[in-house]
């Protein structure tokens, strides 16, 4: 028994150490989130209705269908947890706060990566870009799990923690839309949209 717990210390030490969580989730979404934030997920529907609406009278129709499922609501399959990893992504934003703006706006590819915590959290990251996401992904239903967590801006600043500051943070719901490719969807941003998309792929 002592071989073998030397070995498996041995075996922890050697191996990358995990970032700490960015939030201390207590395994329940809805005890975690802010009242506003519960909100924006119970609105769900409405908010895919209003962003797909807005960038199609945009005159974004064609955009919308060379995306697939990524943009049919109704798209989500089982088993939605990703495995822990780097991932490649990148951010559509649907729709605008004011109905002014732009109705569509598809970003390039950064970095994102998914991390299992000792604790069991399950952490979803962008580590590139000007706007960087970080949080906690939760169970919640066979086709999707919910995300709690906040962005970052510009290169200098470090990872964001959900209810810091309510400007920054987000909420949103995390689904499997085909063979190693997610979506982070999250309805009624603090900024810009009404909606945006971030698509993960291996």
Not at 121 to 145: C, F, H, M, V, W
Request: contains cysteine; hydrophobic residues 40%.
């Amino acid at each position: 028994m002592r071989a073998v717990a030397a070995i498996v210390l041995s075996l922890a030490a050697a191996a990358p150490a995990l970032s700490a969580p960015a939030w201390a989730a207590s395994g329940d979404w809805r005890r975690d989130a802010s009242r506003d934030d519960v909100r924006r997920i119970e609105r769900l529907d409405e908010a895919w209705d209003a962003a797909l609406s807005e960038a199609r009278r945009g005159g974004h129709g064609r955009e919308l269908r060379a995306l697939g499922p990524l943009v049919d609501p109704r798209a989500a399959l089982a088993r939605p947890q990703p495995t822990p990893g780097a991932y490649r992504c990148r951010t559509i934003k649907l729709g605008s706060q004011d109905g002014r703006g732009l109705p569509y706006v598809a970003y390039g590819w950064f970095r994102c990566r998914v991390e299992l915590t000792p604790g069991g959290d399950l952490i979803l990251e962008k580590t590139t870009g000007s706007q960087r996401q970080s949080g906690n992904l939760y169970p919640d239903a066979p086709r999707r799990q919910v995300f709690l967590g906040a962005v970052a801006w510009g290169d200098r600043e470090g990872r964001a923690t959900y209810r810091r500051d309510p400007q920054r943070d987000q909420a949103g719901v995390f689904e499997r839309v085909g063979a190693n490719r997610y979506r982070l969807v999250l309805p009624w941003p603090q900024q810009e949209s009404k909606l945006d998309i971030l698509e993960l792929r291996r």
